[in-house]
């Protein structure tokens, strides 16, 4: 295939390099005539393990060359890699005027293109930028996009010192588009590279390079902490480190990670505390760790604030213990939740299988009445009392009972759901889920 790539910095350089390795011509451009004349010399502009020899070998095969005329590199080539810098203003902010002065260019020349024309932005930008470069194109070119040209997000995880290794071993590939032929165009650009290519959403993928950069920031501070604490115990944070990442199970893994209402029950805020109080005893600072707590109660106030916007009055709520199966109320936030808005004056129902189910068994009850009394007399037998009783539904856990009255039954009742209900439900009218 004939490729440009727009911009010969780091990421630019290795990908006019690999893609001609993969057998492409590449054209490069950059609006800075030396890197142009470096690789028309056969010369990376970049120093990065293995790509002087791929810069050198391409070039003797005459598959790689570089312009400074965006003309003859978007005629010339059906595909397109952007691969320019955007990097941060002094307010944290993106500076976008390099990506749009690309924009506004392609916009100028495709005005004379008849063939479809692919761009694939590789540089890191936020949700939207993508839509935003393709406006600037119609703008420029009177062309539409998706009839005469399509814009795909393909974020790149290239990592400094070993950005080659890294094009040819990416942990995933992930195009975001809503043209299948130019996802699938990209898409084929990569089909040989050992690794799973993901078609999603255009925002779906824009947003994954900074989703994925916060999360190696997070993990970097959290083992620093839980370093410094060890350090403070005269305990070998390497070892302790080493288990944690052997457990392939809870730990490094997809658990924990589904976006929904906060964390509760008897271990977790328990042992969180622990930690933070052996730390702070050993005048060890763990912010990050602090921040947790904090992070979980603002889940909560979300959920209130929902509450408070539908202006419904009389709420029922599904579940009250900490998750699904139990009938365990330690620390739940459902408890927290309708304990903040019986303060706040609201009618409240409660059915709770499991609460409801142990209340037969009398430890449960005594322990209900005493710890629970403003509770227990809320609960509800059968949950068609609640469903009368109530203006507002709020699913707090995902039991069977729950969603099959909610899928099956023809509720008017608008509902908010803490714990991502099947999608028969997500679509109904009046649902609006805590996250998504
Ligand atoms: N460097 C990395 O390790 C890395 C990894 C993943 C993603 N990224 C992202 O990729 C993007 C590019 O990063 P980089 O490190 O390669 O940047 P860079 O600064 O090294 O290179 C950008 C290049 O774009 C050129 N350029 C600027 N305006 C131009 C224009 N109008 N037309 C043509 N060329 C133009 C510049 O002259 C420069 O050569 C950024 O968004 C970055 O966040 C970088």
Known sequence: MNISVFGLGYVGCVSLGCLARSGHNVIGVDVSETKVNQVNSGLPTII????????????????????TD?????????ISIIAVGAPSTATGHLNLQYIFKVA?????????????????????????????????????????????????????????????????????????SDHPGAAEKVASLYRK???????????????????????HALKVSFANEIGNICSALKIDSHKVMEIFCADKELNISPCYFKPGFAYGGPSLPKDL?????????????????????TTNEWQVSRAVEMIQQTKKKKLGFLGLSFKAGTHDLHNSPAVMLVEILLGKGYEIAIYDKNVQVSNTGCTHK?????????????????????????ELIIVNNSEKEYTDVLANVEIGHPVIDMVRLPEAIRQKKNYKGINW
């Open 48 to 67: 990065e393990k293995d790509i002087d020899h791929i810069i050198r070998e391409e070039y003797n095969k005459c598959r790689i060359s570089a312009t």
């Open 70 to 78: 965006y003309s003859k590199a978007i005629l010339d080539t059906e």
């Open 104 to 176: 506004e260019n392609f916009g100028r020349i495709l005005r004379a293109k008849n063939d479809f024309h692919v761009i694939a932005i590789r540089s890191a930008v936020l949700p939207g930028t993508s839509a935003k470069f393709a406006d600037i194109i119609e703008e420029y070119s009177g062309k539409k996009r998706n009839i005469d040209f399509a814009v795909v997000a393909n974020p790149v995880f290239l990592r400094k010192g070993t950005a080659v290794h890294d094009y040819h071993n990416p942990p995933i590939t992930v195009i975001g």
């Open 193 to 215: 590279l050992p690794a799973e290519v993901i078609i999603t959403d255009v925002k779906v993928a824009e947003l994954m390079k900074y989703v994925n950069n916060t999360f």
């Open 273 to 293: 505390k622990g930690l933070q109080a052996m730390a702070h005893d050993n005048y060890v600072k763990t912010p990050l760790i602090e921040s947790i707590n």
């Open 366 to 390: 005594e322990y209900m009445d005493i710890h629970f009394p403003h509770l227990s007399k809320l609960m509800k037998v059968q949950i068609s009392e609640l469903m009368n009783e109530s």
